[in-house]
């Protein structure tokens, strides 16, 4: 995927947000949006590196080097990224209390994401 697909997707997860740095002649710029007209801004920049840290996590997670022969995988990637990034941006006051009972959409995604790519996991067993 390309990055401009990459930022459509993972907006299209994220309720009422946009990209703050959008300054060509086909989209608004931040100082034409008022207050009302979005939940949250974030930069096309943070939503890559969010989406490479989410491809990295995901890598770790399932053991594998990349996702070339995975078709869901890049679903999955944009799950991941925008949990991450709901997760960076939701403040809830019992967030450290116990993580087991408090599942918020950040953590619904990424448990989606997880899921999809469950099938796909490599295991290792090893006997000493």
């Known amino acids: 995927m390309d990055d401009e697909t990459i930022i459509k997707e993972v907006l299209f997860k994220l309720d009422n947000w946009t990209v703050a740095d959008v300054d060509n002649e086909d989209n608004l710029i931040d100082s034409e949006y008022n207050g009302m007209d979005y939940n949250k801004k974030v930069s096309s920049e943070e939503i890559l590196h969010f989406y490479n840290v989410a491809q990295n996590y ?46 918020g959409y950040g953590d619904s995604l990424i448990i989606q994401a997880k899921e999809m790519l469950k ?8 006997i000493f």
């Open 58 to 103: 995901a890598l770790s997670y399932t053991q594998l080097s990349d996702f070339s022969d995975i078709p869901i995988s890049d679903t999955a990637l944009i799950l991941w990224t925008a949990g991450l990034l709901w997760r960076k941006y939701d403040i809830r006051a019992n967030d450290q209390i116990d993580e087991s009972v408090t599942i």
């Open 119 to 126: 099938p796909y996991k490599k295991y290792n067993f090893n």
